[in-house]
T-cell receptor, first 114, second 107 residues
Framework: KAGVTQTPRYLIKTRGQQVTLSCSPI?????VSWYQQTPGQGLQFLFE???????NKGNFPGRFSGRQFSNSRSEMNVSTLELGDSALYLC?????????????FGPGTRLTVL | GQNIDQPTEMTATEGAIVQINCTYQ??????LFWYQQHAGEAPTFLSY????GLEEKGRFSSFLSRSKGYSYLLLKELQMKDSASYLC????????FGKGTRLHILP
C-alpha cells in the first residue's frame, strides 16, 4: 500500500506570494490533517478534512486555508506569505473512524519564505 | 486551555532504559498517542492509549493515567537508532501535539 505523498517537497517563495501544497492520503483513508512544524513551536494543528468537509480547525489566521476533493486528496493554500510561514508542512492521513486512529504522515513540504 | 508538557531533551546510554513523561491538560480526551520522529523525517506512530494502564509493544511501552493527565513512554534496551524526538499527542476533537522530547543515546 502506498504511503502518504506530498508535493512539492521543497518550495521557496517571497513575501506576499501565495502557495498551494498537495497531499495524497493512503488509499481508503478519508481523513487528512495538516500541521505546521517549526523548531520553536513543534507540530501545530492547522485543520482536518473528512469526506470533503473541514472537521476541525486550529488557531491560524485566515490566510491559511484548505480543501479536500472527492478522492480524499487535499490541498492547503497560504496567501500573502510572511517570513514566519517558513516551516515544514506535514500532512497526515487516517481512516477517520473514531477510536484508535493513528495518523500516517507524509514526508512534508519544506517551505522557505524570503 | 490546551497544554501538553514533556521534557525538551534527555540523554541515556545504549542498552539502558529511559522513561519519557508527558502531562496534559485538554478540554476533552479521546486517546493519547506517542510518535517517533528522526531528524529530517516525518513522525511515525508508536503507541495509543485510551484506557488507564500499560500498553506493551516490544521494547516500547506506554502508560496512561487519565485522572492524573499523565502518560509515559518507556524504552528498554536502548539502541543508537532510538536517537530521535518523541512526540506526545492528545486527541480531544482534534489532535494536539507536545513540542517533543529529543532523546540522545550515548554509546
Amino acid at each position: 500500500k502506498a504511503g502518504v505523498t506530498q508535493t512539492p517537497r521543497y518550495l521557496i517563495k517571497t513575501r506576499g506570494q501565495q502557495v498551494t501544497l498537495s497531499c495524497s492520503p493512503i488509499s481508503g483513508h478519508r481523513s487528512v490533517s495538516w500541521y505546521q512544524q517549526t523548531p520553536g513551536q513543534g507540530l501545530q494543528f492547522l485543520f482536518e478534512y473528512f469526506s470533503e468537509t473541514q472537521r476541525n480547525k486550529g488557531n491560524f489566521p485566515g490566510r491559511f486555508s484548505g480543501r479536500q476533493f472527492s478522492n480524499s486528496r487535499s490541498e492547503m493554500n497560504v496567501s500573502t506569505l510572511e517570513l514566519g510561514d517558513s516551516a515544514l508542512y506535514l500532512c497526515a492521513s487516517s481512516t477517520g473512524v473514531p477510536g484508535r486512529n493513528e495518523q500516517f504522515f507524509g514526508p512534508g513540504t519544506r517551505l522557505t519564505v524570503l | 486551555g490546551q497544554n501538553i508538557d514533556q521534557p525538551t531533551e534527555m540523554t541515556a546510554t545504549e542498552g539502558a532504559i529511559v522513561q519519557i513523561n508527558c502531562t496534559y491538560q485538554t478540554s476533552g480526551f479521546n486517546g493519547l498517542f506517542w510518535y517517533q520522529q528522526h531528524a529530517g523525517e516525518a513522525p511515525t506512530f508508536l503507541s495509543y492509549n485510551v484506557l488507564d494502564g500499560l500498553e506493551e509493544k516490544g521494547r516500547f511501552s506506554s502508560f496512561l493515567s487519565r485522572s492524573k493527565g499523565y502518560s509515559y513512554l518507556l524504552l528498554k534496551e536502548l539502541q543508537m537508532k532510538d536517537s530521535a524526538s518523541y512526540l506526545c499527542a492528545v486527541r480531544d476533537d482534534k489532535i494536539i501535539f507536545g513540542k517533543g522530547t529529543r532523546l540522545h543515546i550515548l554509546p
